[in-house]
């Protein structure tokens, strides 16, 4: 693993550009890191999107596991990383690992970036969404993050536990032809609670299917996902649905 991304995680704190040296109060952690190592593995981009750099912990992940798996490029997203909460401490980080020849950066709102990378033709073959978390700007990310990728690439939603997310992966499971290719969970205090109403729901589910109701092999995402952090997706095949095609999701 690269040394910079063992100093954080050892440490829990980053080096700013000016030498201050701060505490990590936002990125992925080795779980969810873990997740980034096989979604690259999978997908073994050329080319990647990341949408959210903050100290730059999943940037570092996702870095080294494209060193190890092919040496691809990463192109990265973000308004806000000099301000006053971030102070480049994500740049910094991808200079100092070492990865600088390795990554571009787009400091700009990715429902802005996204729309003009797609527009000039970009394809990638990895996405990571960790933005903006509402789901209409988790939506539009993933739009155009599907837009650019290959078939049998890999996008990665972050932070699935909020509710914007959760229902981004859902409508992504039951309209879309991606799989489930890898997850992190997150701990569940009332976990017998979810798994009987989801239990229920399964059971009553099949009774009133129609054709515009989910699979049986999405509805049997549903309790995966809803217990997850973080869930890596493989695209399957391109967008070939009807017009109108909607499944309640
Ligand atoms: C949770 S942090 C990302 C953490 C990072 N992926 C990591 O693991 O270290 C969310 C980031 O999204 C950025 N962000 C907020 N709105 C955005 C937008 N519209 N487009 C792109 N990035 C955005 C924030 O500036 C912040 O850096």
Known sequence: MNAILQEILATGVTVLPDGERVPIHS??????????????????PKLGCEVGLAFGLSTLYILDAMQAHGGGRLIGVDPAQHDATWRGGGLHNVQRAGFADYYEFLEETS?????????????????????????????????????????GGVVVLDDVGYPGLQRLAHFIVSNRDYKLLALDRRPIPSGWRVTAKSGAQRLLRPLVRDNHSPTMETLKLQQPINTAQLIALQKRGDD??????????
Do not use: N, Y
Request: proline share 4%; hydrophobic share 50%; aromatic share 14%.
């Open 111 to 151: 429902q802005l970036a996204l729309p003009k990378l797609a527009g000039c033709g970009t394809r990638i073959q990895f996405g990571f969404i960790d933005g903006w978390h509402t789901f209409d700007h988790a939506l539009v990310d993933f739009f155009f993050l599907d837009m650019m990728m290959d078939v």
């Open 27 to 44: 990125g992925v952690g080795p779980g969810s890191g873990s997740v980034l190592l096989a979604a690259v593995e999978a997908a073994k």
């Open 240 to 249: 070939r649905r009807r017009f109108d095609h909607f499944v309640p999701f």
